[in-house]
């Protein structure tokens, strides 16, 4: 009689995802998609990734998945999908920021209503963020920059994207990439008091954009901001890979300092204050080229660990942070 497979089990999957041999491990491969823009929150009940599926270059739905550990994930169903014909994320539903404000989850997000027009943001709410409903509801944005600073018109600007939320001083700071009327690559800051009006408040930084085929992306992109022991820090990627600054506040930023060649990376703790990196859709390693076809398959999510040595960020394996060397 042969003998039955056995079924594996949470923990051997674990054990298989800490075995890898690079320091960041593919912890979420989901399938036939591709995970590229995503955001990682921590529940009252679990982790959720919530992430932007490729192939086709188009995000169509906010896919999800949850993890007990950070280390095994399971797919759920995705939590938004795009609007109807007219509607501001018909085209696209694409990178998002989810913070908790009064009790309630709220997910700013970059969308499309068509193909050629360019992007703005909406929102969706939640109560236990799983089940998602887009605000105000009527398929309008809930954010377009201003004109006189901004190079934003209705339709070929896709430069308005990539919203990171914070809470500071009992309102809510908003970085986003976006181009300038120039054409220059920008951070740039929008405040709100409910995560739904917001006020824009223009670039924070400029960027002159440096075009090189074989090297990108050629400005900013996938800014993450967080304070650490009084002190903020902002990590983005650039034309040289990520690369994270800090300052006394939200507002100021001291020197550029690169990391290396994570492409876009989130930057978050757990409550035990271990630190973690994320790297998405190439092989780590891979710059963000603008070759075609990419070197090597796309694929899922990565993870590694971040270690402060005197208060700097230093990349480690994933198994030193979670304490299984």
Not at 80 to 88: A, M, T, Y
Not at 99 to 108: A, C, F, L, T
Not at 171 to 189: H, I, P, T
Not at 261 to 278: K, L, Y
Request: glycine content about 10%; charged content about 25%.
């Amino acid at each position: 009689m042969p003998r039955r497979k056995r079924m594996s089990t949470v923990a051997d999957r674990r054990r298989e995802i800490l075995a890898q041999r690079s320091a960041m491990k593919e912890v979420y491969g989901a399938g036939q998609d591709t995970v590229n823009p995503h955001t990682i929150v921590r529940g009252p009940d679990c982790w959720h990734l919530f992430y932007g599926a490729w192939p086709g270059g188009q995000n169509l739905e906010k896919r999800h998945a949850t993890s007990d550990d950070l280390v095994v994930w399971t797919k759920q169903e995705p939590v938004l999908l795009r609007g109807k014909p007219g509607d501001c994320d018909h085209a696209e539903v694409s990178e998002a920021s989810v913070i908790e404000h009064d009790g309630r989850w709220y997910m700013v997000y970059a969308c499309r209503p068509r193909p050629e027009a360019s992007r703005r943001f909406s929102v969706a709410v939640s109560d236990d963020l799983w089940h998602w409903e887009k605000i105000p509801g009527d398929g309008s944005p809930v954010f377009i920059p201003l004109r006189e600073w901004s190079g934003w018109t209705e339709d070929g600007v896709l430069e308005c994207k990539d919203p990171w939320v914070i809470e500071y001083e009992g309102r809510y700071l908003m970085y986003f990439v976006c181009q300038n009327r120039w054409g220059d690559s920008c951070l740039a800051l929008a405040e709100s008091a409910d995560l739904v009006h917001w006020e824009d408040r223009g670039p924070l930084m400029t960027f002159q954009r440096i075009e090189n085929k074989f090297q990108g992306p050629s400005g900013f992109e996938v800014p993450r901001v967080f304070e650490k022991d009084g002190r903020y820090w902002i990590f983005v990627m650039n034309f040289w890979g990520t690369q994270y600054a800090s300052g006394d506040d939200p507002f100021h930023f001291g020197e550029w300092t690169v990391l290396g060649p994570w492409h876009g990376a989130s930057v978050f703790s757990d409550e035990q204050d271990r630190w973690f990196i994320t790297h998405a859709l190439r092989p780590f390693g891979q710059p963000s080229t603008r070759l075609r076809p990419m070197i090597g398959p796309l694929q899922g999510l990565c993870l590694g660990g971040i270690v402060w040595s005197e208060g700097v960020p230093v990349p480690v394996d994933l198994r030193h942070v979670v304490g299984e060397e």
